[in-house]
T-cell receptor, first 114, second 116 residues
Framework: AQSVTQLDSQVPVFEEAPVELRCNYS??????LFWYVQYPNQGLQLLLK??????LVKGINGFEAEFNKSQTSFHLRKPSVHISDTAEYFC????????????FGQGTELSVKP | GAGVSQSPRYKVTKRGQDVALRCDPI?????LYWYRQALGQGPEFLTY????????KSGLPNDRFSAERPEGSISTLTIQRTEQRDSAMYRC??????????????FGPGTRLTVT
């Protein structure tokens, strides 16, 4: 079984500041890792994913995340945020050979202020 | 092309009634997933299909919940004898078949179910 913990429920930040959204997971099997974004009144959209290979993955809209196996973490970062990044962000895992079903964290609400 | 669509977008029903939620996946997508999202929570896996075969229903909370995808395309999630605790956003996602790791899941806009 897998579980995901997003350590911050809300992150307020000023425009053009850097941001890090934290995600830790636990699993008895190897996992794939994902970050999804949900804009107000919209469906979830994939930001980036880690399947294998380089532990630093780059996604859309300037976001990147680093997989740290020893710390079982997959934190999301952006060096300079925009007002349009205001949204809810979800970290998710999928266990190997589990058909792709996603186990999500509770979500982090990123609020970018001018 | 068209994305994943769900209907109805909003459903208000009285406790004890049955409801059917529909998901129309992206054409050609093999896999279809159902999730439930309570307010302030992340989506919670319910069940998924490859083609018409239900592969995993471990997330269905009890036997009032069922899902089908009889022709390997449109899927219906049915909740019988609804209860107030069933109120949530129900999300559907579809994907191609992944040979090397799970492919991207494309999510629909969801159906907001309110049980009064």
């Amino acid at each position: 079984a897998q579980s995901v913990t997003q350590l911050d429920s809300q992150v307020p930040v000023f425009e053009e500041a850097p941001v890090e959204l934290r995600c830790n997971y636990s699993s008895s099997v190897s996992v794939y890792l994902f970050w999804y974004v949900q804009y107000p009144n919209q469906g979830l959209q994939l930001l980036l994913k880690y399947l294998s290979g380089s532990t630093l993955v780059k996604g859309i809209n300037g976001f990147e995340a680093e997989f740290n196996k020893s710390q079982t973490s997959f934190h999301l970062r952006k060096p300079s945020v925009h007002i349009s990044d205001t949204a809810e962000y979800f970290c998710a895992v999928s266990g190997y050979n589990q058909g792709g079903k996603l186990i999500f964290g509770q979500g982090t609400e990123l609020s970018v202020k001018p | 092309g068209a994305g994943v669509s769900q209907s109805p977008r909003y459903k208000v029903t009285k406790r004890g009634q049955d409801v059917a939620l529909r998901c129309d996946p992206i054409s050609g997508h093999v896999s279809l997933y159902w999730y439930r999202q309570a307010l302030g929570q992340g989506p919670e896996f319910l069940t998924y299909f490859n083609y018409e075969a239900q592969q995993d229903k471990s997330g269905l909370p009890n036997d009032r919940f069922s899902a089908e995808r009889p022709e390997g395309s449109i899927s219906t999630l049915t909740i019988q004898r609804t209860e107030q605790r069933d109120s949530a956003m129900y999300r559907c996602a579809s994907s191609l078949y992944g040979r090397r790791g799970p492919p991207e899941q494309y999510f629909g806009p969801g159906t907001r179910l309110t049980v009064t």
